[in-house]
């Protein structure tokens, strides 16, 4: 089969939680740290790559985002003239047929061009779910092909006419490392996520926190907060100093108050414990996108806790509403909803135990390597036409 190099970017919180978790990095082999790195299952880990190796794949990783395991792997692997274009010199090291950005953003002109006089290179393909702007979709229109995860960004890069092969693959659960499923449940309810102020981001999560946070006292807030938040409020400030000024301020209060609300941040398998914990957790997509589809609604089914997410878009062709997850339409629906299935274990329960099921059959990585090998091969098959 292929040689397959997926070139990854993960969350700089992530990353930081990682290093404060594990003081002794410095001293490990570079294997070591990135095995250690994937132990933490934060997000897609090493998924992709584990599954494809089933199909007869010869796979590797390359953290491309952090100044620390790109040095270890020039430690182990590199020189001196490694260092002024690290990423170059993995590619001709690993020399992958299949290229795969989990950033497109990260290939630019320069790079695209010498990825083109690697004749190794059989086809080079992203990842992308999150909002796409004229500057990023220039750069998506590069790769052979895209993979996204709702019908709702496939139908936009197809409607651009230019997009070579789109394929829409739902965000998975790995369930291997994650099988003790039996823990207490102490939280009534809970909500992990970012917080990030913006129009198109999270401004209409920030209304729901701050309201559900004044309703539900059992409620816990784990939430990510971007870096340098104070001038980023400031910047949001200005931006709509002019628009509305009383909607502006007040928003910014109740992102404040949040942010002194919450408890740390949870990522990998620490999150994945505070959800196997929760009886309900709460989900609520970007601004930006209509349809439903982000990693929340497989790992909180995933960790056997009940879901209740926003009602998007495609919800009830990814899960049986009222019957493997609830959705909500507004704040008081939401409100009304945590209360009943807090009060009512025995529905909570048997909706939880069919979310799980699900998810344990149809969004797992197994099938969606099956999928992206297929996606490969189409693309593969295209190129020597």
Excluded at 24 to 51: H, R, T, V, W
Excluded at 300 to 325: H, M, P, Q, V, Y
């Amino acid at each position: 089969m292929y040689s397959f190099l997926r070139i990854s970017s993960y969350y700089p919180g992530f990353l930081m939680d990682f290093k404060n978790k594990n003081k002794n990095l410095e001293k490990m082999e570079y294997e070591q740290i990135l095995n250690k790195f994937f132990s933490e299952n934060y997000a897609e880990s090493n998924n992709y790559s584990k599954y494809l190796s089933k199909f007869g794949y010869n796979c590797n990783e390359v953290i491309f985002n952090d100044k620390f395991f790109q040095k270890k792997w020039l430690e182990k692997y590199g020189s001196n003239k490694d260092r002024k274009n690290i990423l170059l010199s993995q590619i001709d090291y690993y020399k992958p047929e299949i290229l795969f950005f989990g950033n497109p953003n990260i290939l630019n002109d320069k790079l695209y061009s010498e990825l083109k006089n690697r004749n190794f290179i059989k086809c080079i393909v992203c990842f992308i779910c999150s909002p796409v702007d004229n500057n990023l979709l220039k750069k998506i229109l590069k790769f052979d092909g895209v993979i996204t995860c709702t019908e709702g960004y496939k139908r936009f890069f197809l409607e651009t006419g230019r997009v070579k092969h789109v394929m829409s693959a739902p965000h998975s659960f790995s369930f291997e490392e994650k099988n003790n499923l039996n823990y207490e449940k102490s939280i009534d309810v809970s909500f992990l996520g970012s917080l990030f102020i913006g129009q198109k981001l999270h401004n209409d999560r920030i209304n729901l926190l701050y309201n559900l946070n004044k309703k539900i006292k059992t409620l816990r807030l784990y939430l990510n907060f971007p870096n340098y938040l104070f001038l980023k409020i400031l910047k949001f400030f200005l931006l709509n100093f002019f628009k509305n000024f009383y909607s502006s301020v007040t928003l910014i209060y109740k992102f404040i108050y949040l942010y002194f609300c919450s408890l740390p941040a949870k990522y990998g398998n620490d999150m994945y414990e505070i959800l196997r914990k929760s009886k309900i957790t709460i989900n609520m997509h970007i601004g930006d996108t209509k349809y439903a589809g982000n990693m929340r609604l497989f790992e909180a089914t995933g960790s056997k806790c009940l879901l209740i997410t926003d009602n998007r878009k495609g919800i009830e062709k990814l899960f049986n509403i009222k019957d493997e997850i609830v959705v909500y339409d507004n704040f008081d629906d939401l409100l009304s909803k945590i209360n009943f299935y807090l009060a009512n274990d025995a529905q909570r329960e048997m909706i939880t135990i069919k979310g799980f099921n699900k998810t344990l059959a149809n969004y797992n990585y197994k099938i969606k390597a099956k999928n992206i090998n297929n996606f490969f091969l189409k693309i593969i098959k295209n190129h020597e036409i």
